[in-house]
């Protein structure tokens, strides 16, 4: 295995860890969740109810990262360069690391959106080692 296959699985397995326990962590506590977020965005234009979906469409796209990502290294589909499992999956963190960043930002919550903007860097990385 060379290095290139080697990053691609470390990514992909990466991703698949942060946003499965991310949405396990939302699923299994949702209350504790939505209360912090409820307090976190209480300055920012976005009303209660508004952070309650934004929570349950965050939730998903977490949850569909994570398996997608999780199946493209249980199928060794990080190997294959091009569209498949592993980068399918990099694809939706991509996304979903957009709405925490936006989200960050809106709350004004400028150090988070600095972690958030790792990450995304980390996901633009393994993308890139698909292309």
């Not at 209660?48 to 929570?55: C, H, K, R, S, T």
Request: charged letters at 10%; aromatic letters at 12%.
């Amino acid at each position: 295995m060379g290095p290139l296959i080697i990053g691609r699985f470390l990514v992909t397995a990466f991703f698949a860890i942060v946003f499965l326990q991310s949405a396990l962590d939302k699923l299994t506590d949702s209350e504790g969740n939505l209360g912090f977020l409820r307090e976190h965005f209480k300055q920012s234009p976005f009303p209660p109810d508004m952070v309650n979906m934004l929570f349950w469409v965050l939730t998903a796209l977490e949850a569909l990262a994570g398996v997608l990502c999780g199946m493209g290294v249980l199928f060794f589909s990080f190997r294959h360069p091009g569209r498949n499992l592993a980068s399918l999956g990099l694809a939706v963190a991509g996304v979903a690391l957009l709405a925490l960043l936006s989200g960050q930002r809106f709350a004004k919550d400028y150090n988070g959106a600095a972690v958030v903007a790792a990450y995304f860097a980390v996901d633009l990385i393994g993308l890139a080692m698909f292309g």
